[in-house]
């Protein structure tokens, strides 16, 4: 049994090692969980991620409690076929999925689920984020996935409720290394129906439609949203096209914090991707590597995160090389076709 560290990582080191297990069909043994957290052991949120990839590859697991500091995973061949997963708090259902998203390259049937739970919460992926960044992209990669979101869910309530689906895929090479000018943009706005008379999601729209003209770079497609949710809350997704490769930036709204000031949250990422010379933006480098050491090839960053570390460790562990190269202007994760 391969056993890993989980106090060099948070909850993204739980997920990635369930996927890879699943992936290689090896058992293994999470110790420390979290250990470096404030509350180490395994959240709701982990736990839900466990509970529905042992049901996804009929896994025998130990440890699955909360708290749990060791979890084992034993996984048979993951199947297709319909689940649910409840988080039962406000736990991202993207982070979620992200378990999932690369059974996409071992399936042989269509694989479907549909979890409850927070949809736009800080520290993960908004689901517009999902819908028209990461999944595009991985699309063109040959992953073929969607993502339906059927009910918003903010923090602290979650209540949200989103659909991944996945069909059986063949991935390609990853070369994400050149990047053209920046020049249009998507502007995705949304926020709590409580917050309507503040008109929030139309300014957060408007600041950043406003910002985006002063880079030089056109808003041609946005939309706003207010939705019906159990907590109040707003996001904002700005989806920015160069040379046909989609990157996301985002940023969540709160208490004291000004609508205007949520959207230029986004705008100043932007401004600092394009300074970096990166052909992705900080979070999609994070997220395509289990995609990159199963497929290879050569994505550029803006940096290399300690997540990108944590995780190029754990990709180690299951014999998977992911290498940085810091020769040229910018970081390269390469890893070997």
Not at 135 to 151: M, N, Q, S, T, Y
Not at 301 to 320: C, E, K, Q, Y
Request: hydrophobic content about 40%; aromatic content about 6%; overall charge negative.
């Amino acid at each position: 049994m391969l056993e890993v560290d989980g106090g060099e990582g948070g909850g993204q080191l739980v997920r990635s090692a369930l996927a890879l297990s699943m992936l290689d069909g090896e058992a293994v043994e999470i110790t420390d969980v979290r250990g470096t957290r404030p509350t180490p052991g395994l959240k709701p949120q982990h736990l839900t991620a466990v509970s529905a990839a042992a049901e996804v590859c009929d896994a025998a697991v130990e440890g699955a409690d909360g708290g749990s500091e060791t979890i084992r995973f034993e996984p048979a061949a993951p199947s297709g076929g319909r689940y649910e997963a409840d988080i039962g708090t406000a736990g991202s259902l993207t982070l979620l999925f992200d378990t999932f998203l690369p059974l996409a390259t071992q399936i042989d049937e269509p694989l479907t689920i549909t979890a409850t739970g927070g949809t736009d919460v800080k520290w993960s992926p908004p689901i517009a984020y999902y819908r028209t960044v990461k999944l595009p992209l991985l699309r063109r990669l040959g992953i073929a996935a969607a993502v339906e979101c059927e009910k918003t869910g903010f923090y602290p309530a979650g209540g949200g409720r989103a659909t991944l689906r996945l069909w059986p895929s063949t991935l390609s090479p990853i070369e994400l290394t050149e990047r053209g000018r920046p020049t249009t943009a998507r502007v995705y706005s949304k926020a709590s129906t409580d917050l309507a008379d503040g008109d929030v999601v139309e300014r957060q729209a408007d600041t950043a439609t406003d910002a985006l003209a002063g880079l030089g770079i056109e808003v041609v497609h946005h939309r706003t949203t207010y939705a019906a949710t159990e907590s109040s809350g707003s996001v904002v997704t700005v989806r920015v096209d160069a040379g046909g490769s989609p990157v996301g930036f985002d940023a969540y709204g709160a208490p004291e914090k000004s609508a205007e000031d949520v959207a230029r949250e986004t705008t100043d990422a932007i401004r600092r991707w394009r300074e970096s010379g990166a052909a992705v933006d900080a979070h999609l480098g994070d997220q395509l590597l289990v995609f990159l050491a199963l497929a290879g090839g050569e994505i550029t960053i803006p940096r290399v995160t300690d997540h990108v570390s944590s995780n190029r460790d754990l990709l180690a562990a299951f014999g998977r090389e992911v290498t940085v190269d810091e020769s040229g202007r910018t970081p390269a994760l390469v890893a070997d076709r």
